[in-house]
């Protein structure tokens, strides 16, 4: 396939430029049950057993694999003396009696050498029995390869030591960042996340029998006016893990000194391709080598991942979190109007190039992708559309692409634990929490005060972004007698003064709070505390609202996953949370939580009073809606799922994305013109000015 058949045709009734990424993935098979949606790896895996599975020699892509396994040069599982499949399953066969007949705990150490004389290297196992199973695994996929033994053997293979994540925009640090613009789930999500994947990487390396330290680096932006946190500082070990760090790279203005100040995510495509270079000339540096995988977040993350893997040649993974055209109503049809403010353009087109040169993609929940009944999910928004007079997208990206794969994140259980743990209650940091839910008079940090104390507190806590809804329950609040009489109401959201904010959407939300509070005399039954960062005390606070026998309410228009509910529901805080995203797949309505429909605050604000009705009718319905919301989370939500998941889905296309060399090729050939003729004049026509700039909000 050439190239330059690939732009195929210009929209008839306006001069956009029409794209078809769908016609560049002849040869990859889609999936056609919408119930198989988001299970990309088993689909992947059953299509390999049976690709692999037809003629012997069919096996030579997974030899020729296996081949370029290696640690700095050091050659894992196999050596060059197998080059054929049958002395590959020969060696495997004589390996394999070998180890049987020797004691369970045998050190691999004890019989290297017998290994290397059948041209096996290290990997294959700590002891003889770990190397048995492995051995066998493979034996069974290359004699009649089935997916739950294809998905096994990439599960042990030793290709995964090194990680480089990027996430740039807002403030990436460890303290003091939360709330802060544009900084929100996603630098929890990523610092656990690291964590979970460090251990798991330690466990799987310690079982393949290896000496390796893994690496993991979490590429941010450097900030040199860093506001009182560390993003103005290079390298930063990140707290609680052995082997992974943040490394922040400057962004450059034009004259080729580092940015000093923050960057709005609208506004940040400018810096992205040379960010790219300078972040990657790091990394190799840092690494002394090539990552082994490389995970982008969000937009911009995606889109300089999508740089750095494709000029390094590494596996791709992409996570979006929560991207705009789904949050924004007709944000492409529309996009001229919006342009100024969001550049749109350069976002929805930079969001089509990384998800099609990843490799795969990690999604929370299943909505994300495929939304629901009512409403498309994040990733089906990005199917086909267009942006007027600029680009129609006829296929962006195919849900049933095997690329999605769900991997729900978890909550910190050292941090957010239920509050019945007594024993392990931060009992020490109640008089400051007292004090930030019940002293009387306003201050920097607070307004209001509640006034009747023996009444249970609701609470919410979320970036002051339009979207979060924050002003919306406020607003419920208010107009809800009932609700005013049985609870109290406490909101953790933004600043308090709007001349100290520099985000547009903030600005307009603190005005609306302060005149919300005065419109329905709040005062007295409310308190608005400014953000808190400081998240091991914020894990007491939905304890101590527990204490209260209150709840958590999400009120978001949307929410992509939602951490806060999870964290409130680790705590066991029953938690009402938005029917539109992720919450709605977290919470089972009625049994482990509840929804509420943003859009309707009045059945909202009534249904949020009637449970508190009832629980004062029924004295165990509160203990019983908490405690199956724990159980909720312990059976899907947590790190330890979730990093297992994402090990895997790394491994398995790392193999996968070397089938169809060719049509991959294409693609890439294509993505890059489409990047340089498009992204890059996007860029330069509607923000090069902003490198000029010193400062825009
Ligand atoms: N958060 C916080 N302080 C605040 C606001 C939020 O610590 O003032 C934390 C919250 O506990 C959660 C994260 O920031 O861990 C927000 O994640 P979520 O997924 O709810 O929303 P996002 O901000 O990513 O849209
Ligand atoms: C961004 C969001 O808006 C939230 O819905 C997610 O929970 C968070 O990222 C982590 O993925």
Not at 130 to 135: A, F, G, I, Y
Not at 351 to 366: E, H
Not at 377 to 397: D, K, N, S, V, W
Request: aromatic fraction near 10%; charged fraction near 25%.
């Amino acid at each position: 396939m050439k190239c330059f058949v690939l732009v195929r045709f210009r929209a008839k009734d306006d001069n956009s430029l029409g794209v078809d990424f769908g016609s560049l993935d002849l040869s990859t098979p889609h999936m056609t049950l919408p119930s198989s949606i988001g299970n990309g790896l088993q689909f992947v895996s059953k299509f390999m057993s049976s690709k692999l599975n037809d003629k012997p020699e069919s096996m030579k892509p997974l030899l020729d694999y296996l081949l370029t396994l290696n640690y700095r040069g050091e050659k894992l599982m196999i050596n060059d003396t197998i080059d054929t499949v049958s002395k590959l399953q020969t060696a495997l066969l004589l390996a394999e009696v070998f180890v049987s007949g020797l004691p369970k705990y045998t050190p691999y150490l004890k019989f290297e050498q017998r290994f290397q004389e059948w041209g096996l290297e290290k990997g294959w196992g700590d002891n003889a029995e770990r190397c048995k199973e492995t051995l066998n695994c493979l034996s069974e996929v290359l004699q009649a390869p089935d997916p739950t033994n294809m998905q096994k053997f990439f599960s042990r293979v030793p290709s995964i030591f090194n990680i480089v994540i990027f996430s740039i925009h807002g403030y990436f640090g460890q303290e003091k960042v939360l709330g802060l613009p544009d900084t929100g789930g996603q630098v929890v999500y990523i610092l656990d996340q690291v964590r979970a994947m460090e251990e798991e990487l330690l466990q799987r390396i310690k079982q393949q029998g290896l000496h390796v330290t893994p690496k993991i680096l979490v590429l941010t932006r450097l900030i040199p006016d860093a506001k009182g946190t560390k993003c103005n500082v290079e390298l930063e070990p990140v707290q609680n893990t052995k082997h992974s760090n943040i490394l922040r790279v400057p962004f450059k203005s034009q004259d080729g000194k580092d940015l000093r100040q923050w960057v709005s995510r609208f506004d940040i495509y400018p810096y992205l391709e040379r960010y790219a270079q300078d972040a990657s000339a790091k990394i190799l540096d840092i690494l002394e080598g090539k990552p082994d995988l490389i995970i982008g977040n969000y937009t911009d993350g995606n889109l300089v991942a999508s740089l750095v893997s494709s000029k390094l040649g590494v596996t791709q993974g992409t996570i979006a979190h929560a991207l705009e055209k789904t949050k924004y109503e007709d944000s492409d049809v529309k996009w001229r109007e919006m342009d100024q403010k969001y550049h749109f353009s350069c976002q929805f087109t930079a969001d089509m190039i990384a998800m099609n040169t990843s490799d795969f993609i990690i999604t929370s929940t299943y909505q994300e992708i495929a939304g629901s009944k009512e409403k498309p999910g994040q990733y089906e928004h990005h199917y086909a559309f267009t942006m007027p007079g600029l680009c129609r997208f006829a296929t962006g990206i195919n849900v049933f692409d095997p690329k999605f794969n769900i991997a729900a994140p978890g909550a910190d259980q050292s941090i957010y634990f239920p509050f019945t743990q007594k024993q392990k209650r931060l009992t020490d940091l109640h008089p400051q929490i007292e004090e930030l839910l019940y002293s009387k008079e306003d201050s920097d940090e607070h307004i209001g005060h509640l006034a009747d104390r023996n009444k249970p507190i609701i609470f919410s806590m979320a970036r002051l972004d339009k979207v979060k809804n924050i002003t919306g329950l406020v607003e419920w609040y208010g107009q809800n007698k009932k609700l005013r009489e049985h609870v109290n109401l406490v909101v953790v959201a933004g600043l308090l003064d709007a001349s100290q904010s520099k985000d547009r959407e903030e600005i307009e939300e603190i005005n609306k709070m302060h005149s919300l509070i005065d419109r329905f005399q709040l005062k007295g039954q409310i308190r608005w505390i400014k953000a808190q960062t400081d998240r091991v005390r914020n894990g007491e606070l939905y304890r101590c609202i527990a204490d209260t026998k209150g709840a958590f309410v999400q009120p978001a228009l949307y929410e992509a996953f939602g951490l806060t509910v999870i964290e409130a529901m680790n705590c066991g805080l029953p938690t009402f949370a938005t029917d539109q995203g992720g919450p709605a797949e977290i919470i089972m309505d009625g049994v482990s939580g509840f929804h509420i429909n943003p859009m309707n605050g009045s059945e909202a604000g009534t249904k949020i009073a009637e449970f508190f009705n009832k629980c004062k009718e029924d004295t165990s319905y509160w203990n019983k809606v908490s405690t199956a919301g724990l159980q909720r989370i312990y059976e899907c939500y947590t790190w330890k799922i979730y990093a297992t998941r994402v090990l895997n889905m790394g491994s398995t296309y790392a193999f996968w994305r070397t089938l169809n060399k060719e049509e991959r090729q294409a693609k890439k050939c294509y993505l890059q013109i489409f990047y340089n003729l498009q992204f890059r004049n996007l860029v330069s026509t509607r923000l090069n000015n902003i490198l000029h700039c010193k400062q825009r909000i």
